[in-house]
């Protein structure tokens, strides 16, 4: 993504700021100028639902759930088929639209970055860096209306944040769609700060979500979900709130800016810092359903990459500074100091050689990599010869770009 293609070692002085304050612009003006409108749609239909999926040329993707017949929930058994939708949400951001009543009382997520509504998910462990995501809608059957013909379940909207360049999927049990980059002729606004980390943890019922940035700023949310994760509220004798018996804190080393703020929650709870602690306390901890609690540390400029514990959610230290390393990558400078030039050619050379007597710094080294495009999923295929004599090209003038292809 930053990935900064040179053509010239004099491109370099363009400064980055000028390059970001200059797209917005570009992107609005030809939004402008072209219409918005569907171009592919798929349908598919189960005993109880009817999904349609539709993708438009910027990139946006909009599911409507009808219900295919009546449905009551006291006689049929309408369990999802499947309760998953995946998608990646370094590309995507989710907004929840019209939802039946169980969905619309079950306060979603809100992003207070981006001011988009999502619902708790899961997310396998799989690889590390995979910010493919599972939105789950787990609807025990007591908690759903009756349905007529025709109403409306729910509606999505995938909002591209993201650049695609090869075909991806969102899809599950409601249908999907493919998104193909061909038919994106409206280019997205791709200037946000992605998501390229995000994982969440169930403490009692409260689902917790961190999402790391490229920028290295982590989004916490403590969302209480105990009516569609946990057994049914006993409105009566809890008087609509949950008691709340998990410890929730998290532990944040020095280095960050926190904010933070109980943004719908009915009990009065306060947050204590006690060195790099922050706990969570309340005299008698309960909150209804749907209250949530959210923190955003801000990383300074110098910071060690120490492990944060969050609500139950750990981030390694040593992989929030790949995560900084990887948003920095200014390709074939491997000395680090801004230029792409000969110096780099022969830095890379004496670090075959000799790394320990000509050693590069662990951004030189992913800046070193000449001939692939290293990122967070992809290591590269290594510094090898070829990224010195891809340099030398590059200088020659017989190159236009980095990394060679
Ligand atoms: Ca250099
Ligand atoms: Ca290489």
Redesign the pocket.
């Known amino acids: 993504m930053k990935n900064r293609i040179v053509s010239t070692i004099s491109a370099i002085a363009i400064s980055c700021t000028a390059v970001t304050a200059l797209s917005p612009i570009a992107v609005k003006a030809e939004m402008q100028n072209a219409a918005i409108e569907v171009v592919n749609t798929t349908k598919s239909h189960t005993d109880l639902y009817d999904a349609e999926w539709s993708l438009y040329n910027n990139g946006t993707v909009k599911a409507v759930i009808k219900a295919t017949g009546d449905i009551d929930p006291m006689k049929d058994d309408y369990y999802l088929p499947d309760n998953t939708l995946t998608y990646d949400k370094g590309l995507y951001a989710l907004k929840v639209g019209k939802a039946a009543d169980c969905l619309l009382t079950y306060t979603p997520f809100t992003d207070n970055i981006k001011g988009s509504i999502m619902f708790p998910i899961h997310q396998d462990d799989a690889d590390e860096f995979d910010t493919t995501t599972k939105l789950q809608l787990d609807i025990p059957n007591a908690f759903f209306p009756i349905l007529k013909k025709g109403d409306t379940v729910l509606e999505l909207e995938f909002d591209l944040i993201g650049e695609i360049t090869e075909p991806i999927d969102i899809y599950g049990g409601l249908g999907g769609i493919t998104v193909n980059p061909e038919n994106i002729t409206i280019k997205a606004d791709t200037n946000a700060d992605n998501i390229v980390y995000t994982k969440t943890a169930d403490i009692s019922g409260i689902i917790c979500e961190v999402d790391v940035h490229e920028s290295g700023i982590i989004d916490v949310i403590a969302y209480n979900a105990s009516n569609c994760f946990n057994k049914y509220p006993d409105q009566e004798t809890h008087n609509g709130m949950y008691d709340i018996d998990a410890t929730l804190g998290f532990t944040v080393p020095d280095g960050y800016t926190v904010e933070y703020d109980f943004a719908k929650t009915a009990d009065s709870m306060e947050l204590e810092k006690e060195d790099a602690d922050y706990i969570i306390k309340s005299d008698s901890p309960s909150a209804e359903i749907g209250a949530y609690f959210w923190a955003k540390l801000t990383p300074e400029e110098e910071r060690e990459y120490k492990d944060i514990s969050l609500l139950g959610v750990d981030i390694s230290g040593e992989m929030l500074e790949h995560i900084n390393l990887c948003s920095n990558i ?1 390709v ?10 000969l ?2 050619s022969l ?1 890379i050379l004496q670090y075959i050689a000799n790394s320990s007597k000509y050693p590069l710094t662990k951004q030189g080294q992913l ?1 070193a990599d000449c001939t692939s495009v290293v990122s967070l999923k992809s290591a590269g295929d290594g510094i090898t010869g070829s990224d010195s004599l891809a340099i030398q090209l590059l200088d020659a003038g017989e190159i236009s770009e980095l990394p060679i292809k």
């Open positions: 200014v074939g400078d491997a000395t680090c100091d801004g230029e792409v030039g110096a780099d830095a800046n």
